[in-house]
Protein backbone atom coordinates (compact mmCIF):
# COMPACT_ATOMS: atom_id res chain seq x y z
CA UNK A 1 0.00 0.00 0.00
CA UNK A 2 1.82 2.78 -0.86
CA UNK A 3 1.38 6.03 1.76
CA UNK A 4 1.28 9.74 0.89
CA UNK A 5 3.10 11.84 3.88
CA UNK A 6 2.05 14.68 5.24
CA UNK A 7 4.72 17.62 5.09
CA UNK A 8 5.20 17.46 8.85
CA UNK A 9 5.82 13.56 9.01
CA UNK A 10 8.65 13.94 5.76
CA UNK A 11 10.14 16.72 8.02
CA UNK A 12 10.04 14.31 11.53
CA UNK A 13 11.53 11.46 9.11
CA UNK A 14 14.22 13.46 8.10
CA UNK A 15 14.89 14.98 11.38
CA UNK A 16 17.04 12.88 14.01
CA UNK A 17 15.52 14.28 17.11
CA UNK A 18 11.86 14.05 15.96
CA UNK A 19 9.16 12.93 17.52
CA UNK A 20 8.66 9.89 15.59
CA UNK A 21 9.55 6.19 16.90
CA UNK A 22 12.03 3.55 15.49
CA UNK A 23 9.31 1.75 14.63
CA UNK A 24 7.73 4.31 12.70
CA UNK A 25 10.87 5.86 10.99
CA UNK A 26 11.58 1.84 9.97
CA UNK A 27 8.56 1.59 8.64
CA UNK A 28 8.45 4.60 6.74
CA UNK A 29 11.96 3.51 5.76
CA UNK A 30 10.60 0.04 4.25
CA UNK A 31 8.27 2.02 2.06
CA UNK A 32 10.78 4.20 0.49
CA UNK A 33 12.97 0.90 0.10
CA UNK A 34 9.60 0.01 -1.91
CA UNK A 35 8.95 3.05 -3.72
CA UNK A 36 5.52 3.08 -1.73
CA UNK A 37 6.35 7.27 -0.14
CA UNK A 38 4.78 10.05 -1.89
CA UNK A 39 5.12 13.64 -1.42
CA UNK A 40 2.05 16.00 -2.28
CA UNK A 41 3.81 19.15 -4.48
CA UNK A 42 2.21 21.76 -1.68
CA UNK A 43 4.99 19.61 0.82
CA UNK A 44 7.95 20.51 -1.88
CA UNK A 45 6.65 24.04 -1.73
CA UNK A 46 6.29 24.10 1.94
CA UNK A 47 9.74 23.30 2.39
CA UNK A 48 11.13 25.53 -0.10
CA UNK A 49 9.63 28.27 1.21
CA UNK A 50 10.09 27.40 4.96
CA UNK A 51 13.89 27.48 3.27
CA UNK A 52 13.59 30.96 1.65
CA UNK A 53 11.51 32.66 4.05
CA UNK A 54 11.78 31.15 7.38
CA UNK A 55 8.53 32.55 7.94
CA UNK A 56 5.65 32.99 5.57
CA UNK A 57 3.25 35.33 5.75
CA UNK A 58 -0.33 34.51 5.20
CA UNK A 59 -0.47 36.36 1.91
CA UNK A 60 2.89 34.68 0.63
CA UNK A 61 0.88 31.15 1.18
CA UNK A 62 -2.37 32.46 -0.22
CA UNK A 63 -0.24 33.29 -3.42
CA UNK A 64 1.44 30.09 -3.75
CA UNK A 65 -2.43 28.16 -3.45
CA UNK A 66 -4.08 30.34 -5.40
CA UNK A 67 -5.70 28.28 -8.80
CA UNK A 68 -5.20 25.58 -6.93
CA UNK A 69 -8.76 24.58 -6.61
CA UNK A 70 -10.08 22.68 -3.42
CA UNK A 71 -13.06 21.44 -2.14
CA UNK A 72 -12.18 20.04 0.79
CA UNK A 73 -11.90 22.97 2.73
CA UNK A 74 -8.61 22.82 3.97
CA UNK A 75 -6.97 25.78 3.14
CA UNK A 76 -7.11 26.88 6.68
CA UNK A 77 -5.26 23.60 7.85
CA UNK A 78 -2.46 23.55 5.05
CA UNK A 79 -1.96 27.81 6.47
CA UNK A 80 -1.83 26.25 9.80
CA UNK A 81 0.23 23.17 8.98
CA UNK A 82 2.70 25.58 7.66
CA UNK A 83 3.03 28.31 10.46
CA UNK A 84 3.95 24.92 12.88
CA UNK A 85 6.46 23.76 9.97
CA UNK A 86 8.05 27.37 10.39
CA UNK A 87 8.22 27.36 14.09
CA UNK A 88 9.57 23.87 14.60
CA UNK A 89 11.96 25.16 12.27
CA UNK A 90 13.04 27.73 14.91
CA UNK A 91 11.43 30.47 12.62
CA UNK A 92 11.42 33.74 14.69
CA UNK A 93 7.51 34.59 15.90
Known amino acids: MSVLLDTHVWVWWLTPDSPLSIAERSA ?3 K ?13 WEVQM ?4 RRPSDQDID ?30 A
Request: charged share 25%; hydrophobic share 50%; net charge positive.
Open 50 to 53: LAAK
Open 32 to 44: AGRGELFLAAVSL
Open 28 to 30: LDA
Open 63 to 92: AALDGNICRCGTYQRIRRAIHRAARMMGAE
